[in-house]
């Protein structure tokens, strides 16, 4: 599939629907089992990161709501002893060179759950800043979790020639 500013090889029946974007090139692939995969070529993609909460033990909160008992822990994750935060992340990192660059890749622990994907924080420096990348799907079948991560091996990235 050709994106201009990047091509991977991908299954024949994966569908491109481009998003509207105004700072960067971003879009939609639809898998053959409806399973969606984002991409964001651009200065504001996402990191990927799993967690957006913050985790803290249950006898550290005791603490905490002691000190300031007004506290919004609503957005808290609350654990026992006996867990941790790896408990709550669902997808397994690792870090490789794709096309040259550094990326993290994620891989569900548990396929159907946790994100597939790869994130590069800098692939060049343009006129927002630096141009970040991503491409990834949320909870996808074990066949589409497959595919994306055989496509991300055979990623390639447009590199602009200078004159």
Not at 6 to 23: E, G, V
Not at 40 to 65: C, F, H, V
Not at 118 to 143: M, P
Not at 144 to 163: C, G
Request: hydrophobic share 30%; net charge positive; aromatic share 10%.
């Amino acid at each position: 599939m050709d994106f201009h500013s990047f091509t991977f090889q991908a299954p024949k029946d994966w569908h491109q629907l481009r998003l509207d974007a105004y700072d960067s090139n971003a879009g939609i692939i639809v898998t053959k089992n409806h399973d969606s995969i984002y991409y964001d070529y651009g200065p504001y993609s996402n990191s990927l990161e799993q967690l957006s909460a913050p985790i803290i033990t249950r006898k550290d909160m005791n603490e905490l709501l002691k000190v300031n008992p007004d506290i919004d822990t609503t957005e808290f994750i609350i654990i026992n002893a006996n867990e941790t935060q790896e408990d709550f992340i669902q997808s397994k990192v690792t870090y490789k060179k794709i096309d040259g660059y550094k990326a993290k890749i994620l891989e569900p622990k548990q396929a159907g759950k946790g994100i597939t994907g790869i994130y590069i924080d800098s692939l060049k420096t343009g006129s927002l800043g630096k141009i970040r990348f991503n491409l990834y799907g949320t909870n996808l079948k074990k066949e589409s979790q497959t595919e994306l991560l055989k496509a991300i091996q055979t990623l390639r990235f447009t590199k602009k020639r200078s004159n």
